[in-house]
């Protein structure tokens, strides 16, 4: 069995760089996140988690290199390996005029459900994430702490194999928080491997079982949570962070 | 094709729930086309059906003013209000400032002392060149000008056929006058009056008629103008809802989103076309029908439909799917929903000013007739025109329809290359 069968993600020898140089640039990158992870992927503003994830999940081409998920390439020309992955993008990436179930059966039928999918899996999500009650409510009335909610339920409406998370959790209070890393917590016992961006490092540390730092392009940590806080001496993730990072402004 | 059925079922569902949008693509075009075609009916009626009121003051004590008087009453395109010949000009521009009429006339009081010495003077010259002795001809007598007093708010072109009408009315009591001279120098007795009218009035009829392609007659009127042009404005104001939408989409992230999942993006711009097609052929149902069935209910004529209905519904398919893809373009191309609105209705303006939906493009200088064919309104409303004023057939508009699709397919490329450098494709 070849090693790449057992990775969510395989990433060899990636290099990109912006059109006129502006912004992260990455030389030469090599990255492995086996299936079933909780893979945290940390590092200050403008380190390139975003573009990391872009290029993950195929919104932006790599220069050279490749990059496989499950084994197959992302490739803009290969839809098939979108079926693969789900995306919660940090902004409310769906249509605030409409309500939870209808933005759930236009992205159902766009990940490529069948109506009859779409309905089971909207009534189970709104369920899940306690949406029931304001289903067909517009989303525009909503707190922020539902919006998020439905944003997730939109990234995971195919029952995706990896689930790229951006800042799932920004700017919802400590209940929505915790509902959210607790579906996050079943979605992943049930065999999705999760891939997480957060500047939360408490809650990263409650989610992550495996984490890289990145800074300036380049992978300067990678490893177990908990080894890689005994090996630099650190107690929490936000020690190892400003350790491995420095204290200095970013942007 | 669930993925485009759902993805239309989204798209409606969106527009329904844009009340501003929708108030934009129906509302305003409807009292556009109400307004404007009720004022220029209004301005045809004026010119051609009312009298407009002009104050006369007759400073002259001659029978020559009392006949001019009289010829523009049977003109029956004025309707005379005699002011005291004491008024003084300034008495009547004050008058004119009160708004007691548009119009003024000032007939000096020498006119018919005048005319008379003019066409005894005319008539001396005529006999003389006959061979017979007439009075001695002096060179040249000069009549003091019949003073016009106008509101400025009446137009230039508006003006200018009142202006004909006096000239026709003075030409006419003038030539009558050096007849009855001429005839009295010969004869030595008045010119009798049967044959006065002969001379004056048999005078050639002008028919009317408008060329058409069909050969039939069809009377253009206002509505016949208006209806076709503000359904072209209405089709392209919807960039107002459509033109909004896709920037919104972009600002939210949401066409990010849709370009992760595993549907070609296409899908999204086919339903937007095919939906906002459909509001657009909305539209000119809704304006047509008012102009059919609406306008003769509030006094103003009704509107034909051209006898190709399959023609007028191809003009009507082309001209929408032109004022979507222009839509779409912009909102591809601006970076928030306020200029998307405002550089968009701006442009539909300009563009509606230069294609000739606001002042005919034969009109024009040639600069800006030629500026004309790269507006796409100016396609639309030449091949509307065409079925609605001229009786044209499908075959007749293919010479408009063909730069129209030309522009269209160019605006679609334009939105493609758009899509493409802003990476959402």
Redesign the interface.
Known sequence: MAITDSLAVDIQNLSFSYAEDAGVHYTGLNLQIPKGERFGLFGPNGAGKTTLMSLM????NADSGSIKLLGEPVDKKN??V??L?G?V?Q????????SPA?NL????????L??KQTNHRTTELLEVLGLQDVRNQ?VQKFSGGMKRRVNLA?GVIHNPAILFLDEPTVGVDVQTRHAIIGYLHQLNEQGTTLVYTSHQLSEAEDLCNDVAMIDDGKIIAQGGLNSLMEKYKEPTLEGLFLKLTGKQYRD | M??L???I??DI??LL??KVGIALAFIMPIILVIIVTSIQNSTFQLVNKNRITMMVCNRDTGKLSTQLMSTLDKMGMFKINNIDKAETDDAIKQRMRGKDALLAIVIPADYTQKITAKAKNVSGKALNSFGLSGDTAKSKISVNPLAMYYQPIIQESYRMSINGALRSALQIVESRETLRQLYFAINEKPLPEALEKDLLNNQTKINELPVSISGGIIMPNATQHNVPAWTIFAMFFIIISLGGSVVR?KI???F?????????FM?ALVSKQITYLGVTLLQALVIFSMGIWLFPHIGLPALNLPSDYFGLLMVTLVCGWCAVSYAICMGVYCQTQEQANGFGAVSIVIMAAVGGLMVPSFAMPDAFKTVAAISPLHWCIEAYYTLFLEGGKLKDVIPNLLPLLGITLLIQLAAYIGLKKK?LI
């Not at chain 1, 999940?57 to 932006?60: D, F, R, V």
């Open positions: 999940t195929g919104l932006i839809k098939a979108n079926k992955f995306f993008p902004d409310f990436s769906f249509y605030q005029e409409l209808e059966e236009f992205f159902g039928a766009w990940a490529g069948t109506k517009q939109i | 669930y993925k059925k759902a993805t079922i989204k569902r969106i729930r844009d989409e939210s992230g949401s990010i989103r849709l370009k992760t999942l595993p549907t070609n899908v990476n």
